[in-house]
């Protein structure tokens, strides 16, 4: 069974760039979570969804950040613009109900 | 408030064994799990406690106290291959809430 999946791995950009995130859960997840992780940190929840329905999103910075997953399945985080602050390694997580939270490589991004 | 403390940094010997605890203040609690995080790899599931007691999958351990806000992680036989951070996190509500993490215990195995 494929674990969780996210694009691309690794992205450099410049500040105030627009930066996309992609994720592809486990099959059959209905649960997708969105963490960040500052160096020395551990993962922080931005946005979670249930199906296609975000159901806790109250830590994400909604002036640059934003997410969707259209069709309950894969989903994608942007940032615009992004500042120096951004930089972290984003991780995308998926779950069935009541189940272990099984994360994905995360993409590392640096924002310059 | 949510507060999950555990030690930043540990350092063992291969072969012996080694415990990370890790401490809890959470508005709720429904499980407590353990995660090892490989430096520039995703957090991989551990184990998973919800009631008090030891639960245990071959070399790895782990115990709660709900009572007393406190979980440890035991490691057995250690190999170069577990330095590695361990990630402490809370899950506070039922269903599939998210996890609150602390900040992970960095864990280096020498010779």
């Known amino acids: 069974e494929a674990g969780v999946v996210q694009s691309p791995r690794y992205k450099i950009i410049e500040k105030k760039q627009p930066v996309a995130f992609w994720c592809n859960p486990i099959?059959?997840?209905?649960?997708l979570y969105w963490y960040r992780q500052n160096l020395g940190q551990g993962p922080e929840l931005l946005i979670r969804y249930e199906n296609e329905e975000a159901v806790d999103d109250s830590q994400l910075p909604k002036d640059r950040f934003s997410a969707e997953r259209l069709k309950g399945v894969d989903s994608t985080l942007k940032i615009q613009p992004a500042e120096l602050g951004d930089s972290a390694v984003y991780l995308c997580a998926s779950s069935s109900p009541l189940k272990t939270q099984y994360f994905g490589p995360g993409t590392r991004l640096l924002v310059l | 408030g949510q507060n999950i403390d555990q030690p930043t940094e540990m350092t063992a010997t291969e072969g012996a064994i080694v415990q990370i605890n890790c401490t809890y203040q959470t508005s709720g609690f429904n499980g407590l799990f353990w995660y090892q995080q490989h430096a520039g790899e995703a957090p991989t599931f551990l184990s998973y406690n919800v009631l008090d007691g030891l639960e245990e999958k071959g070399r790895f351990s782990s115990f709660l106290s709900r009572s007393k806000g406190y979980s440890y992680l035991l490691l057995k036989e250690l190999q170069m291959k577990d330095s590695a951070s361990y990630l402490c996190?809370?899950?506070?509500?039922?269903?599939?809430?998210?996890?609150?993490f602390g900040k992970g215990t960095r864990l280096s195995v020498i010779a």
């Open positions: 099959s059959g997840h209905n649960t």
């Open positions: 996190a809370v899950r506070e509500n039922s269903g599939n809430t998210p996890l609150v």
